[in-house]
């Protein structure tokens, strides 16, 4: 069993529709980071936390401790949101490193 | 502000050959990182220096090497390239303060034939 589970693996919406992604994970941990990974293959860094919830434009992070549980949410979804969204868990005690999740690939459809 | 610089962008190499591929950062990061992203798979830690001066073992060690030869550069080594190393690799940078984004370079293209 993965220490860091991404669901659903694969996720095809219509533009306009709310989205979310969710990671959970089995292990302590300092901080949790979402990134975006583009078809080009860059990859972008989108949020960073450790408690609550974090917001930028139309994408929402949130995270549950006590239920090792986080979410990303999109609203109002467009097709240039389609990319693979990953999420990664920063290990307590560790130095500096990351468990990665697998990613859910999204496709949104115009 | 260039971030992370990786090179090259594509290598082709030949079964045995060795090559270096280089990262540099320009933020001031404390920490680096080597990965390897596979076909339609998730990216695999290889290496990773949460200082300079020091590197631990990833996933994914075996078959490469690597060297953070300052603050600003870290570099992976494939000593003896097999084709079972054919993948993006990818190298990132973090600040000591774990909350700041985690910066990527835009990744090697390798073949191995």
């Given amino acids: 069993k ?3 589970e991404q669901s659903p693996q694969n996720l095809t919406a219509q533009e306009g529709e709310f989205i979310t ?90 | 502000n260039a971030g992370v610089t990786q090179t090259p962008k594509f290598q082709v190499l030949k079964t045995g050959q060795s090559m270096t591929l280089q990262c540099a950062q320009d933020m001031n990061h404390n920490s680096m990182y080597w990965y390897r992203q596979d076909p339609g798979m998730g990216l695999r830690l290889i290496y990773y220096s949460a200082s300079e001066g020091t590197t631990d073992k990833g996933e994914v060690p075996n078959g490469y090497n690597v060297s953070r030869l300052n603050k600003r550069e870290f570099s992976l080594r494939l ?35």
């Fill in chain 2, 79 to 113: 000593e003896s390239a097999a084709p079972s190393q054919t993948s993006v690799y990818f190298c990132a940078s973090l600040s000591r303060d774990i909350f700041q984004p985690q910066h990527f370079g835009d990744g090697t293209r390798l073949s191995i034939l």
């Fill in chain 1, 2 to 4: 993965n220490e860091v």
């Fill in chain 1, 21 to 110: 992604i969710n990671c959970s994970y089995s292990v302590g941990i300092s901080a949790l980071h979402w990134l975006q990974q583009h078809p080009g293959g860059g990859i972008v860094s989108l949020f960073m936390l450790s408690s609550g919830k974090k917001k930028h434009g139309r994408l929402i992070a949130t995270i549950n401790i006590q239920e090792k549980h986080s979410s990303l949410h999109i609203t109002a979804s467009h097709p240039r949101d389609s990319a693979v969204y990953i999420c990664a868990a920063f290990l307590m005690d560790s130095n500096y490193q990351l468990i990665w999740g697998a990613g859910t690939k999204l496709i949104i459809k115009p």
